[in-house]
């Protein structure tokens, strides 16, 4: 008896019952908090469920292609190096005098490091692919699943439910006896079609001497589309077959096995679980609440040989490089061609090259190939107008209101980003040009809703091959190698020329049919159609030494430089390494966004919650590297949150410290994209619908009022920084002690407040409606505090 008790004094006795942590995203987000809090659940006695609904196999295209680049702050990097241990050093820091092309650009003194969204999750994959293996958490790929916060229930399909997973109430249709849950412990060989995104290596070895590159990229083409208009339709139902163990209230236990449709919804139980939502921008727009102004922006992804070989120098030592330090190259090595990554662009000269682009024979080719592929006759009516349309957004920009426009370029050893903003009169010129075609488009008989499309893509192209001459012409990159930064192409030339006329980087195409000979030999017995880019030049007279080229395979080839190519473009390529990646350019508006709430409690008992993180928080300015700072704050706090289990600091302790570090932490996303909020030192300013607001002020309420005891006010809910921003948004400069305009203010604020109270109140009973009474009285207290800080 001495012993036992012995033995159960060394034990460890936690103040309540074992806690899983369930993840719902599988991006950066989502994989650090899980390789973050790991081990704190595993002490906890729970399971670690990270749940991805994209499959690597399946998808094969777009969202594994993830060609934009990110930059980590010292948080990330703090958090990476002690993760991943030896195997940071191995990636992240280079050897003395030089760079790793094939990885990315390492600023370690500085406190940044750029790198692709794709290169950061598998990085982190490998440690939480370590943890796996170990038994410490499950990662599910394609497991979809719908979460209500409300009632904290999840829902799935019974084809995605996954093994360990537990099935909330479980009717067993042989018996009709319902369980109180179900494990999932063997799921039978399912016999399901799968199909690549990827196009295959056959199809590209089809494309012989009778085949050009054009038709290679057709075949992808059509085989895309498909493939879209297959995932539109409905999914077909398969058989599922899995062993259960059920149990009961009481707590006996009967092994079953069931089969069942893939697509019959089933529960999952959560009552041990608290759930963490990473699924990223666009999923939690009825809980966010927007923040600020919408502003048009766009993204440009660049790759190949003429970024590894030429921006990136393919690591070569700094003291063979020939290039010459300056002033602003004494706190970043001469190791890259990208120097400071923040641009000043002008939009004027960025409107003077679109038109010299406009009317280019590429682009004039260009635009026919993409406005209006199927239809010939359409360039002779189109193009005038066009080219018209062009000239006038050249007049119109010395009136700009954004005379220069901020663009960030990011580089790594194969990539090249840049994220820009883009004036709004440029989205006002867009619909004026679509509106003057859109009659002589339906005349040719051309679908106006695919080519305004088309036409809006096409021209902001356009916009930002204007700006990447703009950077190329002028001294903004590295400045001693400002004669070595490359010509970047955003379209095919049409222009058939020697490769000779080729720069080292530059790619180019293949075509069958070439006339012209060397050596008595077609130009196709030298190289098969497709896409090629230039690795080293010929030398001597005439250039007659061979040229290194590759093809996207990687395959080296010799070639005479007197062969016929046409130039190709630098956008990123797929997996294929053939047709342009789907998210190698694209534009759209940006605002800040944030939760109604940090953190919410769904259920009081267990003592359980429902977190979102990352872009589900706060989501940032595109251009901002905020958003991943945000994320990173998120998973260190959730750590936390997790750990103070351990240590038996009480729930309400530890609810009120995590709502009061994300508060903050939204407040840092978004003022790095709005700056002193007034739209004139940041892109965006403060702005939003009187509803909008209101719904976050009774939400944010509903956060307080979780914690029995607590009682909110404006000054509990709101920092003096967000105050700042709400009176920013809600009190114009100069109007601040206007006494007309203060009354204005708060009669309007009173009365949406008064009719969203009514609407959230019907069919409510009396503990309810004293509930949003106690907000309604908050809120308008919050509307006086606004007033005051305004002032």
Known sequence: SMNSTKDLSKLEIYPQMPQDMRILGGGPTGLLTALHCCENVARLGGTMFVCEKRDSFESGGSPFQRAQIVRLDPRWISMLRYHLGTRFEDIFVPLDGETMA????????MGFVELTTKQLEDIIQYGVALRR???????????????????????????????????????????????????????????????????????????????????????????????????????????????????????????????????EKVSLDLRSTNLVSAKGKGA???????????????????????????????????????LVNDIRTIVEDNTRLIGDFTKVISTQKIAERMKFHIESEDWRAASAMQLYPSNADAHSAIYPMLAKGVNEFFELSPRLFRQQVQGRVFETGDNSYLGMEVPREFGRWQQKLNDSLKTTSQQLGIDPKDFSKRLNRFTAKLFFQGAFDVLQSGDVFNPGAKNQVPVMRLVDSVVSRPLHELNNGDAFLVKDKMEKKHRGQAASDHLRPGRYEMISRGTGWLCTTPFIVRDMEGRVFAVPGSIIVYRANDFSRAPDGITESKVAFSTFPVAHYVNHAGIRRVDAKRQLVYIPVGDAQSTPHFMRYSGLTGACVNAMEMEKFYRKIITRTPFEKRFREYRFVINWSNHEVVTRGTGNNYGEDGFLRPAFTYNEFIKYCFHKTEEYTDMPGETPTAQKLFSPNWLRKFSSALVPRGLEKDPKYKKSLSDTLKRYLTAYAKAEGEGKDMDAKKELQRRYNVTKQAFKVIQVWAE
């Open 133 to 263: 293996s170990a038994g410490l958490l499950r990662y599910n790929t394609e497991a979809t699943i719908e979460y209500k916060w409300q009632n904290h229930s999840a829902t799935t399909s019974l084809g995605q439910v996954k093994v360990g997973d537990a099935i909330r109430d479980f009717a067993d249709p042989a018996t009709g006896v319902i369980y109180d849950y179900a494990v999932v412990t063997h799921i039978e060989e399912r016999m399901k079609e799968r199909k690549s995104g990827m196009m295959k290596m056959d199809d590209m070895k089809s494309a012989g001497p009778e085949h050009d590159a054009n038709k290679v990229i057709e075949m992808k083409e059509m085989k895309s589309k498909k493939a879209s208009e297959g995932k539109r339709r409905k999914k077909k139902a398969y058989p599922t077959h899995m062993h259960l163990e059920c149990y009961t209230s009481k707590g006996t236990m009967k092994n079953i096995f069931h089969t069942g449709s893939s697509d």
């Open 284 to 322: 939690h727009g009825f809980e966010q609440f927007r923040v600020s102004t919408y502003e048009p922006y766009g993204v440009s992804c660049l790759a190949g040989a003429k970024v590894s070989h030429n921006m990136h120098q393919m690591g070569v030592p700094r003291w063979k490089n020939h």
């Open 102 to 109: 094939h990885l990315s650009n390492f600023l370690i003194d």
